[in-house]
Antibody, heavy 123, light 107 residues
Framework: QVTLKESGPALVKPTQTLTLTCTLSGLSVTTTGTRVSWIRQPPGKGLEWLARIDWGDEKFYSTSLRTRLTISKDTSRNQVVLTLTNMDPMDTATYYC???????????????WGQGTMVSVSS | YELTQPLSVSVALGQTATITCGGNSIGNKAVHWYQQKPGQAPVAVIYRDSNRPSGIPERISASNSGNTATLTINRVQAGDESDYYCQVWDKNTAQVVFGGGTKLTVL
């Protein structure tokens, strides 16, 4: 059974850098076909995709946040790490990591999601 | 690339709900749909235009053609009351794109 779990600080101050981790269970971040995305959702608002990293270390970023985002893998811990610099109150959101189904027939749907972690930005 | 969804849809219990997702030539893309209940992570209910993951009831169906993808929920139940999001992978920009979401209210 594949599960994902997000972890990170619940509160950060403006201008700080946020670091979130997504720990995979039942699946290795280096297994061919593994693609993990980060998505966030401000309170009461919709879903916003942030970034994706593939098993071969190919990376993709949201155009609007590209300059502030870094996604990476920690293979020793089987984790996907997301950093977001220069945090602002507008970045307050629940942050999710999710797996893209590896089957070509599924065409990149996000079939397994973590429970999400709420991050507030306030001084 | 942008996906446009109605903010809200209301439907009477037992009737049929239709939620649209508009995008330029969206019929040429694979569209996925997610259901999200309050306080929970989204769950995929449709992948690649019209396919249901295991465990999703046959009452939920979808189609995609031209500039509009459509999610249909037949015999709507109180438990279907949720937010629904459409999503595509835009190859041109190499990004995941979500629609703004539709709140389904069951009357």
């Amino acid at each position: 059974q594949v599960t994902l779990k997000e972890s990170g600080p619940a509160l950060v101050k403006p201008t700080q850098t946020l670091t979130l981790t997504c720990t995979l269970s039942g699946l290795s971040v280096t297994t061919t076909g593994t693609r993990v995305s980060w998505i966030r959702q401000p309170p009461g608002k919709g879903l916003e995709w942030l970034a994706r990293i593939d098993w071969g270390d190919e990376k993709f970023y949201s155009t609007s946040l590209r300059t502030r985002l870094t996604i990476s893998k920690d293979t020793s811990r089987n984790q996907v790490v997301l950093t977001l610099t220069n945090m602002d109150p507008m970045d307050t959101a629940t942050y999710y990591c999710a797996r893209m189904n590896p089957l070509p027939a599924r065409q990149f749907d996000l079939d397994i999601w973590g429970q999400g972690t709420m991050v507030s930005v306030s001084s | 690339y942008e996906l446009t969804q109605p903010l809200s849809v209301s439907v009477a219990l037992g009737q049929t709900a239709t939620i649209t997702c508009g995008g330029n030539s969206i019929g040429n893309k694979a569209v996925h749909w997610y259901q999200q209940k309050p306080g929970q992570a989204p769950v995929a209910v449709i992948y690649r235009d019209s396919n249901r993951p295991s465990g999703i009831p046959e009452r939920i169906s979808a189609s995609n053609s031209g500039n509009t993808a459509t999610l249909t929920i037949n015999r709507v139940q109180a438990g279907d009351e949720s937010d629904y999001y459409c999503q595509v992978w835009d190859k041109n920009t190499a990004q995941v794109v979500f629609g703004g979401g539709t709140k389904l209210t069951v009357l």
